[in-house]
């Protein structure tokens, strides 16, 4: 693999990566007005961000094996034309309940940018490099989170949040002409001969302790950053009463957080154990959440909001570095449904929490609070349970051992 090529990868699975963030960040400032307009209540309205979810754990399921065995390109192109399709529609619907509909067929096209972005880079990379080239892709990603809600603010100061699908639409197709030019990284040798083996490889995976773990952490902390991202809109412009453009500026501001700290595992990659990233990133979740919890039952000003969510959700990028290449590590030719499994688990319970924490209400951030608080320390009990003694040395510290030998100690803790 060329520089060339390297860079035009890095960029290309960036973009695939930011489908999820691109798909609910940049709608977040519209949720009032959405709401609104409907005549909705903010529970319904995060339900439309729930079934985005759901399609997208769904279509990471079906798009993980599917690469597998018919390659990375082709699922890709099928991927990229729905979710066009889906956005302009989306764009026209005045029905609630089609736009529920829509908003799943959404989620599920754009997963397959997700997961095969994912695998495409297990194609190309390994130990140490893997999770170099995945500290950079969450680098690239971390650009989405900034720039979604300050686009989508900025498109609210001239239209409705009809604008913001019809952005979607065309970045949708810019992503299909980018897969018209990428160069198939799977050859049909590596491809699975049974699209049914790809399947039935799920149990297999899942038995794994080690793996499992994994998925459990990243199903536990997605979980919690989910409900930030469902309840941070009602949070600041129905609590703290910013506008739409100034809530997008707070929501961008985290997310800068995201890109800096997006570039830690790179640095640290050869020196400090992917394990001990992990461990850091699950307890900076976790205390950030504390404090949150305890600025909203002392009734906080906004300031200090911003401080204790931004502690409590720039860890994600170290996270999502380190946890994915350790469990990607030594799948192999089912890479695609080892991805789709940890896709599946950062997705779905995040769809269910989002609902909920409206639901509780919409002009209390103490719901919001409390699920982060147990998400967060369930994930980090999650990684000591399953992750840490894989890792564990005769002093009793995290190892800084090659990610290649991982899965071997994982197969020792079964």
């Known amino acids: 693999m060329n520089n060339r090529m390297k860079c035009f990868l890095i960029v290309f699975l960036g973009m695939l990566a930011a489908m999820a963030p691109l798909s609910t960040d940049m709608y977040l400032p519209a949720l009032p007005e959405f709401s609104n307009d409907f005549h909705i209540s903010a529970s319904l309205a995060q339900l439309t961000l729930t079934m985005t979810l759901i399609g997208m754990a769904v279509g990471q399921i079906l798009g993980g094996p599917v690469s597998d065995y018919l390659g990375r390109r082709n699922p890709l192109l099928l991927g990229m034309a729905v979710f066009t399709a889906a956005s302009v529609l989306c764009f026209i619907t005045s029905s609630i309940h089609m736009f529920l509909g829509l908003r799943l067929i959404q989620g599920i096209a754009g997963a397959f940018g997700i997961v095969i972005s994912r695998a495409i880079a297990r194609d190309v990379a390994s130990g140490p490099e893997l999770l170099q080239f995945y500290s950079i892709l969450m680098m690239v990603n971390g650009l989405a989170p900034i720039a979604a809600p300050v686009i989508g603010g900025q498109i609210l100061r001239f239209t409705s949040w009809h604008g913001i699908f019809a952005a979607m639409a065309v970045v949708g197709g810019l992503m299909f002409l980018l897969t018209m030019v990428y160069q198939e990284t799977l050859p049909p040798q590596k491809r699975i001969s049974d699209i049914k083996s790809s399947f039935k490889s799920f149990p297999l995976l899942l038995k794994n302790r080690y793996f499992c773990g994994q998925c459990l952490i990243q199903c536990f902390v997605f979980g919690g950053v989910f409900t930030y991202i469902g309840g941070s809109s009602f949070l600041f412009q129905n609590i703290y009463h910013v506008s739409a453009q100034v809530y997008s500026y707070i929501f961008g501001f985290i997310g800068l957080g995201l890109l ?77 449904s080892a991805s789709a499994i940890l896709g599946f688990s950062s997705m779905v319970l995040g769809g269910v929490l989002m609902p909920v924490a409206g639901a509780m209400g919409e002009n209390s951030a103490l719901p919001m609070a409390l699920i982060m608080v147990c998400c967060f320390a369930l994930g980090l009990g999650a990684f000591y349970h399953y992750v840490a003694p894989a890792h564990r040395g005769k002093d009793g510290g995290l190892t800084s051992k090659r990610e290649e030998e991982q899965p071997a100690a994982a197969e020792n803790q079964n």
């Open 260 to 336: 800096f700290m997006g570039a830690l595992p790179a640095r640290l990659s050869g020196t400090v154990s992917g394990a001990s990233m992990l461990r850091a990133a699950l307890w900076g979740h976790l205390t950030g959440a504390v404090l949150f919890l305890a600025g909203v039952l002392l009734f906080a000003p906004l300031w200090y909001s911003i401080v204790s969510l931004f502690i409590a959700i720039v860890p994600l990028s170290v996270l999502g570095a380190s946890s994915t290449s350790m469990a990607l590590e030594s799948c192999g030719k089912n890479a695609g």
